[in-house]
């Protein structure tokens, strides 16, 4: 079948989907597969081989698709590709720490033969070495296979090192994917277009005439069934350290020589490697850290986060967090940039991928002015929110 997007023949593949019953498959992966599939994007005889450790029959599998996926589907011609849709998913029990699920995958693997195998794990970083491990035993690592791995790649510089390396003795280099699904959104993608193909903006995108970048990602859900997950990662590692930087990095870096991947990393290096470390004694007046107690989210009640199923009545994990992020090179050096993070929010605070540019002082309103943003408060990239700060004073 022909993408109708770049005319190229899409391949055969089985699509191996680790951690299909968690959130992440049920609220990412499989709506933006069925997207592909609603748009022709996907060979016709391609398959999603849903794996997942409950003790879910096929039939039991696809209800809950059914019940819980659709309904949250984009768009108003949902009815007539999700039958085709469902006939690609095969459910499959599969415990990444017995051996008998992937003798199962292995065989269901080997019986068609796909020339592409795609191994996404959308699982907790502690699984990922034992995953690959499995693979290669059943000889599902060879030259048509692919490893993806999810963020969080552990969770902290050591763990993340020993998963690349583990993995490296499975896979070669160019059948590894590291993805920040984050980066997919309409709002990110529209960033490279913002900063490099407007020439008003261009001159402006500096120092000079900046006094200040806010970058927030704020949602109405709590952690709901993602409790035991979330409290061992907390804000800080499951936003800021991969999608909130990648914004940054995004907004800050300097045009790529190209729109390769390699030219882009090569950009967003150069401002991770400018940042300005923050230091023990820095913390308490560049970094905000909270909890959302019991209140209201989308008009719909939301117990406190210590209440949710799964946390620890003491917790001590955040799922707000602000940092203070300075870079100093000769673009943004004394314009720091607010990146926040903040999980159950009401409607009225709530934007999502949102990017706003502070004047360095305000800018005079016109006659009659009666908007209700202030003058001076621009939101160059995405979509308009309220300060962070509205006083433009952390507290």
């Known amino acids: 079948m022909d993408s109708p997007k770049t005319g190229a023949q899409a391949p055969d593949f089985d699509f191996v989907l680790f951690g299909a019953t968690g959130d992440l498959a049920r609220r990412k992966l499989l709506p933006a597969l069925f997207d592909a599939h609603a748009a022709g994007a996907l060979h016709p005889r391609g398959r999603i081989l849903a794996l997942g450790s409950q003790p879910l029959t096929h039939e039991?599998?696809?209800?809950?698709?059914?019940?819980?996926?659709?309904?949250?589907?984009?768009?108003?011609?949902?009815?007539?590709?999700?039958p085709s849709f469902m006939e690609r998913i095969v459910y499959?029990?599969?415990?990444?720490?017995a051996e008998p699920g992937f003798d199962a995958l292995a065989e269901l693997v080997m019986a068609r033969g796909a020339p592409v195998v795609?191994?996404?794990?959308?699982?907790?970083?502690?699984?990922?070495?034992?995953?690959?491990?499995?693979?290669?035993?059943?000889?599902?690592t060879g030259q048509r296979s692919r490893i993806v791995l999810e963020k969080p790649l552990g969770h902290d510089l050591e763990s993340s090192e020993a998963i690349n390396s583990a993995v490296a003795r499975f896979f070669a280099e160019d059948q590894i994917y590291r993805i920040d699904h984050y980066l997919g959104k309409e709002s990110v993608q529209n960033l490279m277009a913002v900063r490099f193909g407007n020439v008003l903006f261009e001159p402006l995108w500096r120092r000079e005439w900046v006094k200040e970048v806010q970058i927030t990602i704020a949602e109405?859900?709590?952690?709901?069934?993602?409790?035991?997950?979330?409290?061992?990662?907390?804000?800080?590692?499951?936003?800021?350290?991969?999608?909130?930087?990648?914004?940054?990095?995004m907004v800050?870096?300097?045009?790529?020589?190209?729109?390769?991947?390699?030219?882009?990393?090569?950009?967003?290096?150069?401002?991770?490697?400018?940042?300005?470390?923050?230091?023990?004694?820095?913390?308490?007046?560049?970094?905000?850290?909270?909890?959302?107690?019991?209140?209201?989210?989308?008009?719909?009640?939301?117990?406190?986060?210590?209440?949710?199923?799964?946390?620890?009545?003491?917790?001590?994990?955040?799922?707000?967090?602000?940092?203070?992020?300075?870079?100093?090179?000769?673009?943004?050096?004394?314009?720091?940039?607010?990146c926040a993070r903040a999980s159950a929010c009401s409607r009225a605070w709530r934007r999502l991928s949102s990017t706003s540019m502070m004047c360095p002082a305000p800018v005079r309103a016109p006659a009659g002015h009666a908007g209700g943003e202030p003058a001076g408060h621009h939101a160059a990239a995405g979509r308009e929110h309220p300060a962070l700060f509205p006083d433009q004073a952390a507290r």
């Open 220 to 249: 109405e859900l709590g952690v709901e069934r993602r409790g035991n997950f979330y409290d061992g990662i907390g804000a800080l590692r499951d936003m800021v350290q991969n999608h909130l930087l990648q914004l940054l990095c």
């Open 60 to 82: 039991a599998y696809l209800a809950m698709l059914n019940d819980e996926v659709r309904p949250a589907l984009a768009g108003n011609d949902v009815a007539s590709p999700w």
């Open 118 to 140: 795609v191994c996404y794990l959308a699982t907790a970083p502690h699984l990922f070495v034992r995953i690959c491990e499995q693979l290669a035993r059943v000889g599902l």
């Open 252 to 338: 800050a870096m300097e045009p790529p020589t190209s729109l390769s991947e390699d030219a882009i990393r090569d950009e967003k290096l150069k401002i991770l490697k400018a940042l300005r470390p923050i230091r023990p004694e820095d913390v308490a007046g560049k970094v905000v850290r909270g909890q959302y107690y019991r209140g209201a989210a989308g008009g719909d009640p939301v117990p406190g986060y210590a209440s949710e199923p799964g946390i620890p009545t003491e917790s001590r994990t955040e799922t707000f967090v602000a940092v203070k992020a300075e870079i100093s090179n000769w673009r943004w050096a004394a314009c720091p940039s607010i």
């Open 92 to 97: 499959l029990q599969v415990d990444a720490n």
